[in-house]
């Protein structure tokens, strides 16, 4: 699935702005993305250069941190999608559906649910709706697929949720 998002962004002409990793799904994406001809832009904390980074990229860009990195993701990005990971996946998901929450983006974020590997989270987002921790409307921004060329015709029918944040005053 990760090589077929590659090449899927690749063939609407979109470029592909990534964690800069030549390792697991990352890589698998960026490798997809490069075989369909776009542009694939690595951004890769300093700790990680010349360890695992990809040799054939459009361009290598280096911060000091994982903040600064975090922010030049954003900064060049016009969508987040998230594949199965682990701890930084979920960090970064849950920073960007954070700020679509307060309105601090309102840029597309998605989850390519392959295997069911995110049911679970979905259901916790679910409960939190049901336990009014998150508005449905924010909820129900979230784009998730199982299939890469679906979640990328739903990035691109996209209306971000301009709503308040808070349940209760």
Not at 3 to 26: D, Q, W
Not at 149 to 156: C, P, T
Request: proline share 4%; net charge neutral.
């Amino acid at each position: 699935m990760a090589n077929r998002l590659g090449k899927e962004i690749a063939s609407r002409g979109f470029g592909l702005v990534y964690g800069g990793s030549n390792l697991g799904l990352m890589g698998t994406v960026a490798k997809g993305a490069l075989a369909g001809a776009t542009s694939v832009i690595g951004v890769l904390p300093k700790v990680f250069e010349d360890r695992i980074q990809h040799p054939n990229l459009t361009e290598l860009i280096v911060t000091d941190t994982m903040h600064q990195r975090k922010a030049k993701m954003f900064e060049l990005s016009d969508g987040f999608i998230a594949l199965p990971g682990g701890f930084g996946t979920f960090e970064e998901l849950l920073e960007m559906l954070t700020w679509s929450q307060i309105g601090y983006s309102t840029k597309p974020c998605g989850i390519l649910n392959v295997n069911g590997y995110y049911d679970e989270l979905l259901k916790f987002f679910d409960k939190s709706v049901e336990m009014r921790f998150v508005k449905k409307e924010h909820r129900n921004a979230i784009i998730v697929d199982t299939d890469p060329k679906n979640i990328l015709d739903k990035f691109e029918k996209y209306k971000p949720v301009i709503i308040d944040k808070w349940i209760d005053r």
